[in-house]
């Protein structure tokens, strides 16, 4: 079965660079997408196929992917964006099965 | 701007089937690829499987193959996810959400989700 891998946890303080990666076979031939969940909220997309940011979503998120790995950059955290992370990508069958990744949880401080 | 509402909280037990219903008020269920997923308690995100309106596909991953059914009501542009024998690990958050409308992309990937049914199997 197909796998997407995160790390469990980063940590940043307010105003500096959070990075946070998402590692799948199948990557290089498909998009990534990210979403933010705050506790017990539905989930936000922040970024679509690898780098699109949707309307609304503040300019410090950016996406970027490259061979095996994609990755989320929140630059200048903020407090607000404490938050689970998520990739989501399909397999390679023709369907396009959906898989998230493990999750990342982002502590700003 | 597109807003999903979802049915409301459930609770069955073991055994029993749930069926939740999501809709996207003003707009045509059939133009948007509809995604189910779920968020167990202390887990991450789950993928239960896409409808896709262009054939009327329902995609599951096999661990829910045999257990869920996804369809649509377009006379009432509803989408319906149904699952079948509940056991108490199926209690979690379930979410439907949506592609972009009138997507070219075969089961375009979520981009609007529903605020969530809460679904508890307890005996």
């Known amino acids: 079965s197909y796998e997407l891998t995160q790390p469990p946890s980063v940590s940043v303080s307010p105003g500096q660079t959070a990075r946070i990666t998402c590692s799948g076979d199948?990557?290089?031939?498909?998009?990534a997408y990210w979403y933010q969940q705050k506790s017990g909220q539905a989930p936000v997309l922040v970024i679509y196929e690898d780098t699109k940011r949707p309307s609304g979503i503040p300019e410090r998120f950016s996406g970027s992917s490259s061979g095996t790995m994609a990755t989320l950059t929140i630059s200048g955290a903020q407090v607000a964006d404490e938050a689970d992370y998520y990739c989501?990508?399909?397999?390679?069958?023709?369907?396009?099965?959906?898989?998230f990744g493990g999750g990342t949880k982002v502590t700003v401080l | 701007q597109v807003h999903l509402v979802q049915s409301g909280a459930e609770v069955k037990k073991p055994g029993a089937s749930v069926k939740v219903s999501c809709k996207i008020p003003g707009h045509s269920i059939s133009d948007f690829s509809m995604h189910w997923v779920r968020h167990l308690v202390g887990k991450g995100l789950e993928w239960m499987g896409g409808f896709e309106p262009e054939d009327g596909d329902a995609i599951l991953p096999q661990k829910f193959q045999g257990r869920v059914t996804l369809t649509e009501d377009t006379d009432t542009d509803t989408a319906y996810m149904e699952l079948r024998n509940l056991r108490s690990e199926d209690t979690a958050l379930y979410f439907c959400?949506?592609?972009?409308?009138?997507?070219?992309?075969?089961?375009?990937?979520?981009?609007?989700w529903g605020p969530g049914t809460q679904v508890t199997v307890s005996s």
């Open positions: 959400a949506a592609g972009r409308e009138r997507s070219k992309n075969y089961l375009d990937p979520p981009h609007y």
């Open positions: 199948a990557l290089p031939g498909k998009y």
């Open positions: 989501y990508s399909t397999d390679s069958t023709f369907h396009h099965r959906g898989f």
